[in-house]
């Protein structure tokens, strides 16, 4: 059997962005926008859904951004936070992003994740998940979110991973519709 490769192909927009000079991020919200920005302008481009998310250290340096590509690359799993991850880990040459807790990395998310995204933060070795839009906004413009514990974010806590809900909710939520709006896929 012949399979092919699986690489991860970035849209050329961002590749662009992200090269030039970046000053650091220092405050939460500084990064939530920084994400809400990139999942607007994704949706700007065409390349993917309305989610983005990134990876920061302490001092608010973009370790790795990442965007919903599930429509452009055609494969499921490409989702905002998994490309973060993905890349951080890439990055950083390790699977274990606490680097054996001696590194303590955020998660920024425009969204809550669904129950693939929340599957892989534990693992992913991220001390903080901030995230903009809920679940339940998510679900009303029509994604299937798949099955979540209830209290997700206690079980996260309970692993050692702050969670901060709700930051620019609003903004957040002005994304995902936009996207309903302009008929974007829902999936």
């Not at 274990?96 to 001696?102: A, V, W």
Request: include cysteine.
């Amino acid at each position: 059997m012949d399979l092919p490769e699986l690489r991860i192909r970035l849209p050329q927009w961002l590749l662009d962005q992200l090269g030039g000079a970046w000053e650091p991020l220092p405050s939460a919200e500084a990064q939530m926008r920084f994400v809400i920005a990139l999942a607007r302008e994704n949706i700007r481009q065409g390349s993917g859904g309305p989610f983005a998310a990134a990876v920061f250290d302490p001092q608010g340096n973009l370790v790795a951004p990442g965007l919903n590509i599930v429509t452009s690359s055609r494969c499921s799993i490409m989702h905002a936070e998994m490309l973060a991850l993905a890349l951080a880990q890439q990055r950083l040459g390790s699977h274990d992003l606490s680097d054996g807790g001696r590194r303590h990395l955020t998660l920024v998310a425009s969204a809550e994740p669904c129950a693939m995204c929340l599957g892989a933060i534990p693992w992913s070795g991220v001390a903080r998940l901030v995230v903009g839009a809920r679940d339940e906004d998510v679900r009303a413009i029509g994604f299937d979110e798949g099955a979540k514990p209830e209290h997700w974010s206690a079980a996260l806590a309970s692993r050692g991973i702050e969670v901060e809900r709700d930051l620019l909710r609003a903004e957040a939520i002005a994304v995902l519709r936009a996207y309903s709006e302009a008929g974007g896929a829902i999936y």
